[in-house]
């Protein structure tokens, strides 16, 4: 039988893996692809998209990764302090500050700024500017959450290893 907290870290392992493999993604395959459309074609479809991924599917495993890292590294904290606390400290510092804040902070007042603009009725000119404000940044962003996610996977993969000795 399982202990609460071995169930409790794989739950959080695959959530965060989750994230991470939906940054991945976005940075591998949809950004390349959306990246070859139009202005107006591009600025569309990061709209919708940015629109669509708010829905209870993404929230609940985003929210609860951002929760649950926190909740499995007190459960790990013990005397003396070992490698699967650090190890999902470290986690949780990654995903935190790396994912979370930088969605935050970055990733959603370019997103909406870019849903405030209205591209029906954009020029050409403007739809490149807003384009060249966003594309840019939202995708240096996003690499940093796909790192980031990514680090804090590694680092929860080693805690449940370590969790067992």
């Keep these: 039988m399982l202990k609460f907290s071995t169930l409790l870290l794989i739950i959080t392992a695959t959530f965060t893996a989750l994230m991470a493999g939906l940054f991945?993604?976005?940075s591998v395959s949809v950004t390349n692809g959306i990246g070859r459309l139009p202005d107006s074609g591009y600025l569309t479809a990061m709209?919708?998209?940015?629109r669509a991924i708010l829905n209870?599917?993404?929230l609940g495993i985003f929210m609860s990764t951002l929760l649950l890292l926190p909740?499995?590294?007190?459960?790990?904290?013990n005397q003396p302090l070992n490698s699967t606390f650090w190890c999902?400290?470290?986690a949780?510092?990654?995903?935190?500050?790396?994912?979370?804040?930088?969605?935050m902070v970055g990733n959603v007042p370019l997103n909406d700024a870019?849903?405030?603009f209205n591209i029906s009725g954009a020029g050409a000119t403007e739809l490149a500017a807003m384009r060249a404000k966003f594309e840019g940044p939202w995708n240096s962003l996003n690499m940093v959450r796909t790192v980031c996610?990514?680090?804090?996977v590694v680092f929860t993969i080693i805690a449940c290893i370590s969790s067992n000795k």
């Design 24 to 26: 991945y993604a976005w």
């Design 92 to 103: 949780s510092l990654f995903y935190g500050i790396g994912v979370f804040g930088v969605t």
């Design 114 to 116: 870019l849903d405030a």
């Design 71 to 77: 909740v499995c590294t007190y459960l790990y904290f």
């Design 149 to 152: 996610s990514t680090i804090s």
């Design 56 to 58: 209870p599917a993404f």
């Design 47 to 50: 709209q919708v998209m940015n």
């Design 88 to 90: 999902l400290l470290l």
